[in-house]
């Protein structure tokens, strides 16, 4: 644990020094491979500059976007090897039945929960999801996600942070169920019509 925590300190470090642009290289290469969330750094730069939350969720949305882009590629070129060198089979197999049943959703999902979305971006890629379907769902997942870190924060500051840390995974997951259970309903009274 104390070497993932110095990792995050250094990530941090190396990270924040470079502001806005460090936040885009940041998830970036964290939608593709690397481990550390850049919601961390998103907080630290938006606690600092309140006034331009809108400005880092956007500059974080884009880097990851482009970042599942990268992990899409990575997972086209390099096929099943590629996942299989990070990923046990049990879970390829059960995120390919996750594409197989949900397709955009599954991206979505991944992309806006605690849920790890890199494995998702190299998986599409191996499975050959749709790319178009792919990038729309990363950006409205990412951008969610982001976008409600960064406007919670620029709204209420250090005060909501304690709120975010303890319950940012129950009401991601909260809010995709309710998603889903819309898209659902509008699905059903769209084949009634």
Known sequence: MAIFQNL?????????????TGLFILAFIESSFFPIP???????????EPHSWI??????????????LFGYLI??????????RFVKQEKI?????YFHK?????IFISAFTPIPYKVFTISAGVFNIELKRFTIASLIGRGL????????????GKEILSFIKEYFGILTIITTIILITI????IKIKKKL
């Open 145 to 156: 996600r982001f976008f409600l870190i960064a406007g919670l924060l620029g709204w209420k």
């Open 93 to 97: 197999d059960q995120v390919h039945n």
């Open 75 to 84: 997972g086209y070129v390099g096929k099943i090897k590629v996942l299989q």
């Open 38 to 48: 850049p919601d961390l750094l998103l907080i630290s730069l938006v606690l600092s």
């Open 102 to 106: 949900y397709d955009a959703w599954a």
């Open 8 to 20: 995050i300190d250094e990530t941090l470090r190396t990270f924040s020094y470079l502001g806005a």
């Open 183 to 186: 898209y659902i309903v509008y």
């Open 55 to 68: 400005w880092y969720a956007l500059v974080c949305t884009i880097g990851s976007t482009l970042g599942g």
